[in-house]
């Protein structure tokens, strides 16, 4: 987990020495001298969540949702479970703002309905032929131009986002998080496991999907970044995003559910 931390960031240490004077003295200042260090957790989980935005739930909103979720950690954090603060409020806070964005409904019912029908058709097409379809032989499997094709994933790219998101934030409030800190030996093994599967699954991508998955979410490019590297408009930056997620999504899906 990157977290953009700078040298002035409490340590452990130090955060439970503050915590525990807040809790003995109530002083608002005191809380808001610990969210103000905290500050850069809302900040990069709105990052690494700003593809859910897409003039829905701006990333101003999201950062605000997060500084007040990061206040309620505050009040709810529990020393006791030996889980550290930083992987606690992170957790809670990428929880709270795919919760914003998804109250909002802001995707359509047809918008769902096209994001299933496109995995559900390249799902099958890709066990006829044993190999990735091209978009070509999908829209002719599906019955349509390679110009709606590539409309409909147009349109339910966020809708991938939004449900990739969901589906490892289920994971971690289900115990089976991707990160290791505090689990127990039972969970780390089944964390190890879903951490192998995620990398078998990045591994098996078209190289330009591996490429911009990795420009994404671990070099926080935006697409209109990540287009000039490709070489291609913004909407395929997009849509390669869209259908790489969807890919990772039916993955883990598979794993975790048969």
């Known amino acids: ?112 309905e096209q994001d299933k029908k496109i995995n559900q058709a390249r799902n099958e097409l890709s066990n006829i032929l044993m190999r990735e379809p091209s978009a070509n032989e999908l829209a002719d499997y599906m019955g349509v131009s390679a110009e709606k094709l590539s409309s409909m994933e147009a349109e339910v790219n966020s809708s991938a986002v939004l449900s990739f998101e969901e589906l490892i934030q289920n994971m971690s409030q289900m115990g089976t998080s991707l990160e290791a800190e505090g689990l127990s030996p039972e969970k780390q093994i089944l964390s190890d496991e879903l951490k192998t599967t995620l990398a078998k699954a990045i591994d098996e991508l078209g190289e330009r999907e591996r490429l911009v998955i990795s420009l994404y979410y671990y070099e926080n490019l935006t697409f209109a970044d990540i287009a000039e590297v490709l070489e291609v408009s913004v909407q395929r930056a997009s849509q390669i995003n869209a259908r790489a997620v969807g890919k990772l999504k039916s993955a883990m899906e598979k794993y975790l559910y048969g």
């Open 1 to 112: 987990m990157n977290f953009h931390k700078t040298k002035d960031t409490y340590t452990e240490e130090q955060f439970l020495a503050k915590l525990r004077e807040y809790r003995k003295t109530g002083s608002n200042a005191l809380r808001n001298d610990i969210v103000m260090n905290f500050a850069y957790i809302p900040q990069t989980a709105a990052v690494q969540l700003r593809g859910l935005a897409s003039g829905y739930a701006q990333v101003d909103d999201m950062v605000n949702q997060g500084i007040i979720t990061l206040m309620d950690c505050i009040d709810h954090f529990d020393e006791e479970k030996g889980i550290s603060f930083e992987y606690y409020a992170f957790m809670r806070v990428r929880g709270a703002i795919i919760d914003l964005v998804r109250k909002q409904d802001w995707v359509p019912r047809r918008v769902r």
